[in-house]
């Protein structure tokens, strides 16, 4: 649509929870707005395509259901738009852009655990448009979830849908859409994604969230298979640095990796379910490790749960940790 200059202005995504509409809605409006464009992809590097993978380009706008919090103050608690939750919001995208409904209200730490799309929000959207495209050949404005907006909000919309300002593009990502007003559904070009399969899903799992926890215990278990201490150092102090609930997303995640590398030394890789990110790694442990060491390192891992939940001194926990790994080994 782009390449042939007939992109529709307004188009409706259809998904199941989390199933890639918001990826693919960001890859598109990146696309369109990308300055150098080869072979049916953005470059990623100009300034555009800069921008809009952190989610920061002046003509990228976001909408999405949100309600009053506590730490609202007490006018905008009167109106809560999806502006004063931006930062929740484009850190949860950028950690996971397949997200479903549930994660967007938890991390917007809204109460009830549920949001809608007011009118007020509506005034917003005709506000943002009514400005000119500052940089980008398009104002691009993603609404998640339209079916949250009620009768009002959508009248409102409507008019804008209807007679766009110029190069406006309406992204619109639905989990329900035959609940989204018909008057606003029947301006809309509407594409359904299909379920991604677990394939598809594996591929597409949020990289970047496990790439730090990746590196860490796999540069831990490669000291450990040389049994060189010192190199762990460093690690276990700036694991002991890391929050409660961080340390305890690490030990799990690693308990999940050494399962891998364990299937993948026996010869079952099939069921271990790797990400293209992990393979390199886990095939070179694989090779490192002794048989004796995973059954170890896993009781190893539980205790230090165990400590970290019970409030132990983190420095003695990770530091104790890296030593009975390499005792295991
Ligand atoms: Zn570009």
Redesign the pocket.
């Known amino acids: 649509m782009v390449d042939s200059n007939r992109l529709s202005h307004a188009i409706l995504l259809c998904e199941h929870n989390g199933g890639g509409a918001f990826p693919l809605a960001l890859a598109l409006a ?2 369109a ?5 080869k072979d049916g992809d ?9 921008k ?1 993978r952190k989610l920061i380009h002046p003509d990228l706008h976001f909408v999405f259901p949100v309600s009053s919090t506590k730490e609202l103050s007490e006018s905008e608690k009167k109106a809560p738009i999806s502006d004063y939750f931006l930062n929740s919001f484009t850190d949860l995208a950028l950690r996971n852009p397949y997200f479903g409904e549930q994660e967007l209200y938890e991390s917007l730490d809204i109460d009830n655990k549920s949001g809608n799309i007011s009118v007020n929000e509506a005034r917003r959207i005709f506000e943002k448009l009514s400005l000119r495209a500052s940089e980008g050949f398009y104002k691009v404005m993603v609404i998640f979830l339209p079916e949250k907006m009620n009768q009002e909000a959508g009248n409102k919309l409507l008019k804008i849908i209807e007679e766009p300002p110029q190069q406006t593009l309406f992204l619109l990502i639905s989990h329900n859409p035959e609940r989204v007003l018909q008057t606003i559904r029947s301006r809309c070009l509407r594409i359904d994604l299909k379920p991604m399969d677990r394939e598809e899903k594996n591929t597409a799992a949020p990289a970047s969230d496990n790439a730090s926890m990746r590196g860490t215990i796999t540069t831990l278990l490669e000291a450990v298979s040389r049994k060189d201490l010192a190199a762990t150092f460093p690690i276990w102090e700036s694991l002991a640095e890391t929050g409660r609930e961080k340390q305890k997303e690490f030990c799990l995640y690693s308990e999940e990796f050494i399962r891998k590398i364990f299937l993948v030394a026996n010869g079952l890789e099939s069921l271990a379910d790797i990400h293209p990110a992990e393979e390199e790694a886990i095939r070179g442990l694989a090779k490192g490790l002794k048989p004796h060491f995973y059954e170890k390192a896993l009781s190893v891992l539980d205790g230090v749960i165990s400590a970290v939940e019970g409030n132990v001194n983190p420095k003695l926990v990770f530091c104790d940790m890296c030593n009975s790994l390499l005792q295991a080994m």
Request: aromatic share 12%; hydrophobic share 5%; with cysteine.
């Open positions: 990146q696309y707005n990308c300055r150098d464009r953005s470059c990623g590097v100009c300034p555009s395509c800069h809009y």
